[in-house]
């Protein structure tokens, strides 16, 4: 079965920046949409970025639109997200989410397999 393993969270200050990533094992990911999500304490899990089977299209939640970029690298079985200019409400658990059903786009709908997630702390 598919497995996906996040890294790169931490703490960092207002402003810093962080680039998490998300590497999956046994299965290729060039077959999937990857999508992270984010959940803060006492919201709802959000869609915050995602990215095509390809890499051909992306879509990013509008709080999040200048400062993170998502990308691929298919040959190493990696996705990753680069988080600038970061703010305390972007303190959440982000998950990375892979889904087989999407063709040419991605979006924020359903996604088959989840990480377990990684911590990101933004404060002062």
């Known amino acids: 079965q598919l497995q996906l393993v996040e890294s790169g969270g931490g703490l960092v200050q207002p402003g810093g920046s962080l680039r998490l990533s998300c590497a999956a094992s046994?299965?290729?990911?060039?077959?999937?949409?990857i999508g992270w999500f984010r959940q803060a304490p006492g919201k709802e899990r959000e869609g915050v970025s995602c990215?095509?089977?390809?890499?051909?299209?992306?879509k990013d939640a509008d709080s999040v639109k200048g400062r993170f970029t998502i990308s691929r690298d298919n040959a190493k079985n990696t996705v990753y997200l680069q988080m600038n200019s970061l703010k305390p409400e972007d303190t959440a658990v982000y998950y990375c989410?892979?889904?087989?059903?999407?063709?040419?786009?991605?979006?924020?709908?359903?996604?088959?397999?989840w990480g377990q997630g990684t911590q990101v702390t933004v404060s002062s």
């Open positions: 989410a892979a889904d087989s059903g999407y063709g040419g786009s991605c979006d924020f709908g359903e996604y088959d397999y």
């Open positions: 046994r299965f290729i990911l060039g077959y999937y949409a």
């Open positions: 990215i095509s089977r390809s890499g051909g299209s992306t």
